[in-house]
């Protein structure tokens, strides 16, 4: 399989498990009752410390985006809304649903999209690209997505799981990752910090980490936010 089928694979998994549901939190990825989302998605809002711009790849209806707008707001923090997604039907479900946004949305691949600027906060998970190109594709997003001070934040929704569990959830040859945090280590990519939220219906912890901004000598970009 080439990479660019890989990518065409993802998109139609993709959309044939979201679009046949009605509830938002479905269509955005999340089985079970709107209470489960809640556990396991305000941990990324968790990790937006400040206010600024936050892009969330693979953002789907823009339901999590949604969230994090009110879950931020509750601590005075205010955030400008960005999403990125391979599939046009879910990007213009974003847009419907955050119309006052609509222009901040984007159609593309993560791994070789080009931002029109730098962001604050950039949310991802590892299973968006092949096993072998998460190193590439985490230093693409810190060379070329991330204002100075912004921080990266990888979700691993899979945490805990066995890796027969989560090999049911995601394409054929993306990693099956139980422990974000270590596998992150393994690509050279250490880090201490997450935030955590837990799965009522399954009983285990899932962790956001969050992976500082790079400091080099200068960096180039418009900033957004």
Same mark, same amino acid.
């Given at each position: ?10 998109? +139609? ?36 410390? +400040?206010? $600024? ?9 823009? %339901? ?30 974003? #847009? ?21 600027? #730098?962001?604050?906060?950039? #949310?991802?998970?590892?299973? &968006? ?7 590439? &594709? /985490? ?17 691993? %929704? ?15 040859? *993306?990693?099956?990752? *139980? ?12 880090? *201490?910090?997450?935030?955590? $939220? ?8 899932? #962790? ?15 900033? /957004?936010?």
């Amino acid at each position: 399989m080439t990479l660019d089928d890989w990518f065409l694979s993802l998109k +139609k998994t993709l959309e044939d498990a979201y679009l046949k549901h009605e509830e938002p939190w479905r269509q955005s990825g999340m089985s079970g009752p709107e209470e489960r989302w809640i556990s396991l998605r305000k941990p990324v809002a968790d990790c937006i410390d +400040k206010p $600024g711009s936050f892009l969330d790849i693979g953002c789907a209806n823009g %339901y999590l985006l949604e969230c994090c707008l009110r879950w931020t707001a509750e601590r005075g923090i205010r955030i400008e809304p960005y999403g990125l997604d391979i599939s046009e039907k879910l990007v213009q479900m974003a #847009r419907q649903r955050l119309p006052q946004y609509a222009n901040n949305f984007f159609t593309g691949n993560a791994l070789t999209w080009a931002p029109p600027g #730098r962001f604050d906060f950039v #949310r991802t998970n590892l299973e &968006y690209v092949p096993a072998e190109y998460e190193r590439r &594709y /985490l230093d693409f997003i810190l060379n070329n997505h991330l204002n100075p001070g912004g921080k990266l934040l990888v979700a691993n %929704y899979g945490e805990g799981l066995t890796v027969q569990e989560i090999e049911k959830g995601i394409i054929k040859g *993306s990693h099956a990752t *139980s422990d974000v945090i270590q596998r992150l280590g393994e690509l050279g990519f250490g880090t *201490s910090q997450y935030k955590e $939220g837990y799965d009522p219906t399954k009983g285990r912890r899932i #962790r956001v980490a969050i992976i500082n901004a790079r400091q080099p000598a200068a960096f180039g970009g418009l900033r /957004l936010g």
